[in-house]
């Protein structure tokens, strides 16, 4: 029962580097999320996908690219890592197409720790 | 623009006692309201839903409430345990640039004393 998988779970990078965050689902749910945590603040959306082949930007995209890949895969690229994106980031998937749908339980991935310096 | 707000940041009580944590948000205007757990190092696990039509859900010793009138939820965590130990987030689902997104607090950090 592997949900949501993210990799890698922990990774430092220097200023400027590039680096891709790896998220994969079993669960064939149609849409996916890219969150970042911080410290005193709640979960912030960085990109999500309603479907194979669309994305859309969240609250904070800046810095960031995705791709999905397919159904399962939802990748997340920082070009040029700055320590401004030193974080905890979580992958996400729900079955809906859209959170407007159902009362739909979002299932997390157990996040990836991001050191920046 | 929604804001949700969990006061206070962390609490600690003794094993048994019943406890509640709260939950505000600026809008009314929410589709639903759900609190996570998280427990270090892993990622968020759902515990309650409550759509904006209901008063109340119940799973086992945890009774979340929601007041939209008020802007508020509370979970209700009754005997707490150790295991009960984690950082509890509550989410509204509300509109967010022309989309319904989730909406997060910052978490309540829980630690109960054996």
């Known amino acids: 029962n592997a949900g949501v998988t993210q990799t890698p779970k922990f990774q430092v990078l220097k200023t400027g580097q590039s680096m891709t965050l790896q998220c994969a689902q079993d669960?064939?749910?149609?849409?996916m999320y890219w969150y970042r945590q911080d410290p005193g603040m709640g979960l912030r959306l960085i990109y999500y996908?309603?479907?194979?082949?669309?994305?859309d930007k969240g609250e904070v995209p800046n810095g960031y690219n995705v791709s999905r890949l397919n159904k399962r895969e939802f990748s997340l690229r920082l070009e040029s890592a700055a320590p401004s994106q030193t974080s905890v980031y979580f992958c996400?998937?729900?079955?809906?197409?859209?959170?407007?749908?159902?009362?739909?339980?979002?299932?997390f991935g157990e996040g990836s720790w991001l050191t920046v310096v | 623009k929604q804001e949700v707000t969990q006061i206070p940041a962390a609490l600690s009580v003794p094993e048994g006692e019943n406890l509640v944590l709260n939950c505000s948000f600026t809008?009314?205007?929410?589709?639903?309201l759900q609190w996570f757990r998280q427990d270090p190092g892993k990622g968020l696990t759902s515990l309650l839903l409550?759509?904006?039509s209901q008063r109340e859900q119940t799973s086992g010793r945890l009774n979340a409430s929601l007041d939209k009138s008020s802007g508020r939820s509370t979970l209700y965590i009754a005997a707490s345990q150790p295991g009960d130990s984690a950082t509890y987030l509550c989410?509204?689902?509300?509109?967010?640039?022309?989309?319904?997104?989730?909406?997060w607090g910052a978490g309540t950090k829980l630690i109960i004393k054996p």
């Open positions: 996400a998937s729900s079955e809906a197409r859209t959170l407007a749908l159902s009362g739909n339980t979002i299932y």
């Open positions: 669960m064939n749910h149609n849409s």
């Open positions: 409550i759509q904006s």
């Open positions: 989410a509204v689902k509300a509109v967010w640039d022309s989309n319904y997104q989730l909406i």
């Open positions: 996908s309603a479907s194979e082949g669309t994305t």
């Open positions: 809008d009314s205007a929410i589709y639903n």
